[in-house]
């Protein structure tokens, strides 16, 4: 029958669009399942930087898997992958040590970086300021993507040349094992049987198993972004972070300085409360988005994040990024939040309702970096095939 697939996976967003890509790679017939028109949670709400050199030593080898993923599908279909690398700038002494530490570690995981010298960081990136930095550790194998266009352009690869089946508009009420079969229903009534059914559609699948959900260490986070109009003749390659993002990411949490330059950093600080970590990432367009803020909440009560922007975060990003790099215009065209659940005490949230349901979500900020290679393992797992060593 035309509705019986190998395996169903439930939610289209950049987690479930990569269990469906590997599943395929298997040789399965694959069936993608999601709610709206075309995805538009965290998938389309991010900045688009695939940073496996921003994970820890766990989570980096997935992400440079998910590099090697994403340019081996840009040699065969343009989903906008540019590979025009990370940079990590240092404002002073601490952050330039936790720098030369973190190079350590990535030469000794045979991931190339190298250091650059304030001179050069200043002739890289046009419009950084002299008096912010003071080192830069660059990635040159890192890539970034389109957001808002890479996972149409992935799903339309994956229909047209690789067979995939993907419907939209279907909003999945229940799954139910019968027999051989695990029957997805949706809202209209239309049913898809699958042998395996994977679900990646992050909170809503509390309307599937409300009761799994409640026991879950879900939690949401909301994070503010901003988009100005495009830069007049100005060309900023890459993902630039800043020392903010080298006070936050989970990598540096490895080098040997980490713990003491953390209690330095004052408790009641604007930063910290509102979880900023100054990002520049330029579009195709010219513009150039920067942010971002972290504000979290139980998935219970996500609602008390509020469905609205703060403009006293704004205004403090704004003027953060200011002090960093000098722009043609900070002329904002626009401003958004986005949400993504992630789990409190692990680094994913996975559980097999039996041997033939399984649901992983909750990938929180790792998802564009992280999704492709953690699916890859995933799937290779959950159909018994030869463990891969990532």
């Known amino acids: 029958m035309d509705n019986r697939y190998d395996v169903a996976i439930v939610g289209g967003g950049i987690l479930g669009t990569f269990h469906a890509y590997h599943a395929l790679e298997l040789g399965l017939k694959v069936c993608l399942l999601e709610k709206d028109a075309y995805p538009q949670g965290a998938t389309t709400q991010n900045f688009g930087q695939v940073v496996p050199s921003g994970m820890n030593s766990k989570w980096q080898k997935l992400g440079r898997e998910s590099l090697r993923i994403y340019t081996n599908i840009q040699s065969q ?41 304030k001179g050069e960081c200043l002739e890289r990136y046009p419009g950084l300021r002299k008096e912010y930095v003071k080192a830069g550790l660059f990635f040159p194998d890192e ?47 239309e049913a898809v049987l699958a042998k395996k059914v994977i679900i990646c559609n992050g909170s809503d699948f ?10 879950s260490d879900l939690e949401v986070s909301k994070l503010q972004m901003m988009q100005t109009k495009p830069q007049k003749n100005y060309s900023l390659k890459g993902s630039i972070l800043t020392g903010w993002s080298i006070r936050r990411y989970e990598a540096f949490h490895e080098c040997p300085s980490f713990a003491q330059v953390k209690q330095h950093e004052p408790a009641d600080s604007l930063q910290k409360k509102w979880g900023v970590h100054i990002l520049f990432k330029q579009a195709v367009d010219g513009s150039v988005i920067l942010g971002d803020s972290h504000q979290y909440a139980d998935v219970d009560n996500m609602e008390d994040l509020g469905y609205d922007l703060d ?36 680094d994913i949230f996975q559980t097999t309702i039996d041997e033939h349901i399984h649901i992983v979500t ?6 564009m970096t992280g999704s492709a290679g953690f699916s890859k393992k995933n799937i290779a797992t959950i159909f018994n095939k030869e463990r891969i060593n990532l």
Not at 96 to 107: F, G, H, K, S, T
Not at 362 to 367: M, R
């Open 311 to 346: 403009m006293d975060i704004d205004h403090f990003m704004l003027e953060e990024a200011k002090k960093i790099m000098e722009l043609p215009t900070y002329e904002i065209h626009r401003r958004w939040y986005g949400m993504y659940s992630q789990c409190k005490t692990k």
């Open 206 to 215: 509390k309307n599937l198993y409300p009761e799994v959900f409640t026991q």
């Open 77 to 117: 279909f343009d989903i906008g992958i540019r590979q025009n690398g990370t940079v990590y700038l240092a404002s002073n002494e601490e952050e330039e040590q936790l720098l030369v530490e973190l190079r350590a570690i990535n030469n000794n995981n045979d991931y190339a970086s190298r250091m650059l010298t």
């Open 143 to 189: 890539v970034t993507v389109e957001p808002r266009t890479m996972i149409h352009r992935l799903q339309e690869y994956l229909t047209t040349q690789k067979g995939l089946s993907l419907k939209t508009h279907f909003t999945a009420v229940s799954c139910e094992r019968n027999g051989d079969w695990t029957t997805v229903r949706s809202t209209g009534n």
């Open 362 to 367: 909750g990938i929180g900020g790792k998802g």
